[in-house]
T-cell receptor
Framework: GENVEQHPSTLSVQEGDSAVIKCTYSDSASNYFPWYKQELGKRPQLIIDIRSNVGEKKDQRIAVTLNKTAKHFSLHITETQPEDSAVYFC????????????FGAGTRLFVKA | DTGVSQDPRHKITKRGQNVTFRCDPI?????LYWYRQTLGQGPEFLTY????????KSRLLSDRFSAERPKGSFSTLEIQRTEQGDSAMYLC????????????FGPGTRLTVT
């Protein structure tokens, strides 16, 4: 069945350093890849997304890359700040009669001041 | 508040009881999703509606779970004969149209089955 694997499960970086989170997906029909940030006790919120016809997308300190051939996509956060500390989820979605979205297990990011 | 709302926010029930949750999506959103999230895990897809049609349902969903969206607006998720393993956060999300895929999540309903 469909699966999204996310690594690492925990990531600790010093403030100002970069953080990279990687995901792989199994369903070749997936064509939309969002990333969500979830702070403790709060709802997931979209931070960036990418579609299958694009290889890279950037929004200020956040960038996402996609390799459809390898079924890999990654989140890059530069110049990390303490307020970036949260759990980050990748997801893969595609239209297969519906719009099923499969999430990764999450990466807990700690940014140390 | 014009975001996605869910009711109740918390529900404690005894094993074997039935529970029903409600989700009100953002008003112009035609797509609605239900997810279940347990501690330390990502949201797990349960089902998806486009308007009032339930287009997809997870194979993980047992027959004890049912969802409706009768008029294409709010949705309900019912769990019959609850089990302790059903304890989780139940999240609803909505999105609009066929080109905008961003899902907006509600605050969730936390279910505890004792």
């Amino acid at each position: 069945g469909e699966n999204v694997e996310q690594h690492p499960s925990t990531l600790s970086v010093q403030e100002g350093d970069s953080a990279v989170i990687k995901c792989t997906y199994s369903d070749s029909a997936s064509n939309y890849f969002p990333w969500y940030k979830q702070e403790l006790g709060k709802r997931p919120q979209l931070i960036i997304d990418i579609r299958s016809n694009v290889g890279e997308k950037k929004d200020q300190r956040i960038a996402v890359t996609l390799n459809k051939t390898a079924k890999h996509f990654s989140l890059h956060i530069t110049e990390t700040q303490p307020e970036d500390s949260a759990v980050y989820f990748c997801a893969a979605a595609g239209y297969t009669g519906g719009f099923k979205t499969i999430f990764g297990a999450g990466t807990r990011l700690f940014v140390k001041a | 508040d014009t975001g996605v709302s869910q009711d109740p926010r918390h529900k404690i029930t005894k094993r074997g009881q039935n529970v029903t949750f409600r989700c009100d999506p953002i008003s112009e959103h035609n797509r609605l999703y239900w997810y279940r999230q347990t501690l330390g895990q990502g949201p797990e897809f349960l089902t998806y509606f486009q308007n009032e049609a339930q287009l997809e349902k997870s194979r993980l969903l047992s027959d004890r779970f049912s969802a409706e969206r009768p008029k294409g607006s709010f949705s309900t998720l019912e769990i019959q004969r609850t089990e302790q393993g059903d304890s989780a956060m139940y999240l609803c999300a909505s999105s609009f149209g066929t080109s905008d895929y961003e899902q907006y999540f509600g605050p969730g309903t936390r279910l505890t089955v004792t």
